[in-house]
């Protein structure tokens, strides 16, 4: 078995998530994408975030028609702040992985902060760190230790962001093409970003 781990917010799972993990998915022949909503993420404050039963919900209302892609609870279940390496370690474990067949996704803009996780260089030898480039990444902001240890995938790139979606949403304009259809009807009917 050969898997993909894919942790974010999803503070709204949006469009360029789904393209991204797709694309990822074909190219890498993965057998699944395993999203991880955080529970809390170590980078981001407390209550400024919807709450994880939303933000779950959002995730599956966005990933339930695609066979490909499955949702791990196992953030949730740890509660506390989300670490990446803990969660890896684990999925590994579940699973019943080797290193090789573990890949863990971030986009470019994430591999810069890497640095200041918990335990980075334990996380790049517990997986396969696999890198969507984004616009504006520059690889000499990146220690050579950690460019050596990961690998960049020629993805399709996407201006949106779960940050441009909340502005958007609460300046009342349309979000309803940056997410899908059903997310789109739920942050509707709950009100949410307002």
């Known amino acids: 078995m050969k898997l993909c781990v894919f942790g974010g917010t999803f503070d709204p799972p949006h469009i ?13 022949q993965f057998n699944k994408i395993v999203f ?24 599956e209302l ?17 509660k506390g702040i989300s670490y990446s390496i803990d969660t ?8 019943n992985l ?14 810069a902060d890497i640095i ?16 969507a480039i984004r616009p504006g990444f520059r690889p000499s902001a990146i220690p050579s230790w950690l460019l050596d240890s990961v690998r960049f995938a020629n993805v399709p790139r996407f201006e949106i962001s779960s940050t441009v979606i909340r502005q958007r949403w609460r300046q009342n304009k349309t979000i ?8 789109w009807e739920f942050i509707n ?6």
């Open 36 to 59: 991880i909503p955080a529970y809390q993420p170590p980078h981001k404050e407390y209550g400024k975030l919807s709450s994880i039963e939303l933000r779950l919900k959002m995730l």
């Open 116 to 131: 200041n996780w918990k335990d980075p260089r334990r996380l790049v030898k517990e997986c396969q760190v696999i890198v």
């Open 16 to 28: 360029g998530h789904l393209l991204i993990a797709q694309t990822i998915f074909e190219a890498e």
């Open 176 to 183: 309803r093409y940056m997410v899908t259809q059903p997310v």
């Open 189 to 194: 009917e709950q009100n949410l970003y307002t």
């Open 62 to 78: 966005a990933v339930v028609e695609n066979p490909n892609f499955i949702i791990s609870h196992v953030e949730i279940r740890r």
């Open 88 to 95: 890896v370690k684990e999925i590994r474990s579940q699973y």
């Open 98 to 111: 080797e290193t090789d067949d573990l890949y863990f996704l971030i986009g470019s803009d994430t591999l």
